[in-house]
């Protein structure tokens, strides 16, 4: 099983842009379908954005489409989420995820292995 660590996380003001990476390990990356989601105070997790072992399919959420963009390196083990034009509502505990079978899913329970989140905090 991968492991997962995220980082990038911080305090942003609104209308700025945070870039998120996270870094695997254990695991043969380059076969893992990736995914970003986000848990907000009170809220249920959420899907943000993901991409396919092999970076040719992304899908977002509607809630970032336009201003996230979620890309992979293979050879440095990283998935990464750039999101711009941050608003309060993007303020959230955000998570990598891997899914073993490559896809690119915006389903929680198809991944395998999770981080343990970077916090986004935007202030208005």
């Known amino acids: 099983q991968v492991q997962l660590v995220e980082s990038g996380g911080g305090l942003v003001q609104a209308g700025g842009s945070l870039r998120l990476s996270c870094a695997a390990s254990?695991?043969?990356?380059?076969?893992?379908?990736m995914g970003w989601f986000r848990q907000a105070p009170g809220k249920e997790r959420e899907f943000v954005a993901s991409?396919?072992?092999?970076?040719?399919?992304?899908y977002y959420a509607d809630s970032v489409k336009g201003r996230g963009t979620i890309s992979r390196d293979n050879y440095k083990n990283t998935v990464f989420l750039q999101l711009n034009s941050l608003n309060p509502e993007d303020t959230a505990v955000y998570y990598c995820?891997?899914?073993?079978?490559?896809?690119?899913?915006?389903?929680?329970?198809?991944?395998?292995?999770w981080g343990q989140g970077t916090q986004v905090t935007v202030s208005s």
């Open positions: 991409i396919s072992w092999s970076g040719g399919t992304t």
């Open positions: 995820a891997a899914n073993a079978a490559g896809w690119a899913s915006n389903q929680g329970y198809e991944y395998d292995s």
């Open positions: 254990g695991g043969i990356f380059k076969t893992y379908g």
